[in-house]
């Protein structure tokens, strides 16, 4: 995993907030329609998303496998007046309590297929009974685009791909969707992105 996190440190190495400050718009709109809890948030990175819902009263755990990442998103919370938790861990071997989140949001959180359907049982997992994932990430026609993502179309995803990762849990949404990106310089443009809102049934 050593390459990877230097992918993104060097990426987050500097003072700018490459994917802006401002949440996602999906997700901002999904958490606005449900009563604060608690929030996982993989792969946060600078902590756009992280510290939007802390500012709206969720108690946040967020993680990610850069530090540089880490220290920005820290800053943006210390600025805003919140509080984040955010561990330094990659998603192969992070964990949490077993029914102790009311929601787990994926905002861009892309991997190689094997490790994203063992975070995504993860998730669920980390999930209390009734609580939610919230995931906004590119789909697989998100190639012919230049507005960001991973360049390996077996790191992106469709509606069926989302649906088998999580399967067992309710479908609230799920959808593909084509969008206008507009989070910092490399979200930027027409996108291509998968979108879903799932229960954790049971």
């Given at each position: ?28 709109e999904?958490?606005?329609?449900l ?15 992280a ?28 600025a ?9 861990a ?113």
């Amino acid at each position: 995993m050593a390459e990877i996190n230097n992918f993104w440190d060097v990426r987050y190495g500097n003072e700018e907030y490459i994917y802006g400050q401002e949440p996602n718009e999906f997700f901002a709109e999904q958490i606005s329609k449900l009563e604060p809890g608690i929030i996982i948030l993989p792969c946060e990175g600078e902590g756009r998303n992280a510290v939007y819902a802390a500012l709206h009263g969720w108690k946040v755990m967020a993680f990610d496998s850069s530090t540089a990442g880490k220290e920005k998103a820290l800053k943006l919370a210390d600025a805003k007046g919140v509080k984040i938790e955010y561990l330094t861990a990659d998603a192969d071997s992070i964990d949490y309590a077993e029914n102790s989140a009311d929601v787990v949001a994926f905002v861009y959180a892309h991997f190689a297929p094997e490790l994203r359907a063992k975070l995504c049982r993860k998730a669920l997992n980390w999930l209390k009974p009734g609580g939610k994932i919230i995931m906004e990430v590119f789909h697989t026609k998100q190639l012919q685009n230049s507005s960001g993502g991973p360049k390996d179309i077996a790191m992106l995803c469709t509606e069926e791909i989302v649906r088998s990762d999580f399967e067992g849990a309710g479908i609230d949404l799920l959808e593909a969707a084509e969008i206008m990106l507009s989070e910092g310089k490399f979200h930027r443009g027409k996108a291509d992105v998968v979108r879903f809102v799932g229960t954790k049934i049971g």
